[in-house]
């Protein structure tokens, strides 16, 4: 694959660490930092000799540098290609532009599919971007109790001003203070790290306005607030089939299995899925008598494979999709879907009681024939706790 960034001129990293059967493997939920990436093939390339050997390479290292001019936006992103039996797929195709104006020290994610990216910026040197500061808040985080703001200036130098920011409880709106720092001097392109000495908080549920009410004129009004991320749970706590499934009368069992997904994102279609398509059973099928009554719930309560605990942005939504289906011979019948979309003014769907639904039941026509029931669905239950 390739791993770029361009302003004026554009600088790019080639890899290929791909030889079918073996090679670089990815796994999913699994996190892999690029440089382990690219050490380990020049490993693979260094410890084989001879005319036979795989053609591996990559960069000694995982970062490039780029130079931009006051007007130039910054892009970066990548491209991986999965190789299986000498057919080539791509697997991850995306990119991320920041505005002329806009670029500051971060980290930045890009997802596309179940691949997700993420790109550290550092600005070596401040863009002289016109005779006004530009302050925006890279980060929060905490040291040893204390809230650490982190703001960088994107343009003119700031020089001995008062910076005032506010602290806002996202939940509840609620305004916890507004603080002040005196003399504060953040040079063009460098960093300042505002530390609250006297409020001891966790970078939880917060957003942070600096220069609230716009006392310093600056170049950008529009980047001055930060909201940090949100930390959810979801588990997925049962299943079950309440009507009889889509066999004759003459064969009372079922087989039946389930897909459960979860993820993030500004919409369904750009989401990021923390977990896709989890199989219930993990292999397999769920074979039961249609005739038992009460039919079974299968719980899913405890396992650590139905749950999910992850940061996502506080401006997102949480969706969930399950997915029924019931194996007969060598099809497999849809018993219909559960979507659910849970966005940041229903707190993402946090609440202490599981939430219980059927699914569409647009299941196959042809079950009408045995069934007395025109539903042939399944039910769900989940529960969604929000950590921070």
Known sequence: GLFWAQGSEGESLRFEGDDYPDGFTFSSHSIYSIQ?????????????????????????????????????????????????????????????????????????????????????????????????????????????????????????????????????????????????WGN?????????????????????????????????????????????????????????????PCESWCNRYAEVWFLLSVGYGPSQDESYWVGHRVRHPESGIIRWDGIQLPHPTYSLEGQERYTFEFEMPADENLYLILSGYEQDGNSNDSMGHIVVEYGPSANYGARPEDYHARSSGLGTTECDVWMSSSYFGFEAWWRITRVH
């Open 36 to 180: 382990f990436m690219f050490d380990t093939i020049q490993s693979w390339a260094y410890s084989c000799l001879g005319s036979s050997c795989p053609s591996y390479r990559a960069p000694d290292h995982n970062t490039v540098t780029v130079e931009l001019g006051p007007d130039d936006d910054l892009t970066f992103g990548g491209v991986i290609y999965d190789q299986d039996r000498r057919m080539y797929q791509e697997v991850f195709h995306d990119s991320h532009t920041l505005p002329a104006g806009e670029v500051a020290p971060g980290r930045y994610t890009i997802r596309d599919g179940q691949f997700e990216l993420t790109v550290l910026i550092d600005v070596l040197v401040g863009p002289e971007a016109g005779d006004k500061p530009d302050l925006t808040i890279t980060d929060v985080t905490e040291i040893e109790g204390q809230l650490r703001i982190h703001v960088f200036n994107n343009a003119a130098p700031l020089e001995n001003r008062d910076v005032e920011v506010n602290l806002v409880r996202i939940s509840t709106n609620e305004i916890i203070d507004t603080l002040t």
């Open 184 to 244: 504060v001097t953040i040079p063009s392109g460098g960093q300042r790290h505002l530390q609250i000495s006297e409020l001891a908080m966790e970078p939880y549920d917060l957003r942070v306005i600096i220069d609230p009410a716009n006392k310093i004129e600056e170049m950008n009004e529009g980047n001055n607030i930060f909201e940090t991320p949100v930390m959810m749970r979801v588990e997925f706590t049962g299943l079950r089939v309440p009507n009889w």
